[in-house]
């Protein structure tokens, strides 16, 4: 499984991708991604979440996907990740430091 995440907007406006590959993790951290996918039901999300109202300076992540379930983005405003694909975010920008 391969996980993208492109982040852009906030103050500076300063893009930035992180990518994991679960090829190239302890086995356990393997497992913990896929989990996490699982649970967020990540391939059942629509292409597009928006916040309903404009949030100034705020980020906006394309999360991709692919895996044996095929290949899925989806973009999402900081202030409309929903709760199951938060601990995705928070995960692989954790581990892609």
């Known amino acids: 499984m391969r996980?993208?995440?492109?982040?852009?907007?906030?103050f500076a406006g300063i893009s930035r991708v992180q990518t994991l590959?679960?090829?190239d993790m302890p086995a356990e951290d393997a497992?913990?991604?896929r989990d996490l996918m699982d649970a967020s039901g990540?391939?059942?999300?629509?292409?597009?979440?928006?916040?309903?109202?404009?949030?100034?300076d705020a980020f906006r992540y394309k999360?991709?996907?692919?895996?044996?379930r095929g290949t899925h983005t989806v973009e999402?405003?900081?202030?409309?990740?929903?709760a199951?694909?938060?601990?995705?975010?928070?995960?692989?920008?954790?581990?892609?430091?």
């Open 3 to 10: 996980v993208v995440i492109e982040r852009s907007g906030g």
């Open 42 to 56: 990540f391939y059942e999300l629509p292409s597009a979440i928006h916040s309903d109202e404009p949030v100034p």
């Open 84 to 97: 199951p694909l938060q601990p995705i975010v928070d995960w692989v920008k954790r581990a892609a430091r």
């Open 21 to 23: 590959s679960t090829d």
């Open 63 to 68: 999360i991709t996907v692919d895996s044996e």
């Open 76 to 82: 999402v405003d900081e202030g409309a990740v929903p």
């Open 31 to 33: 497992q913990r991604l």
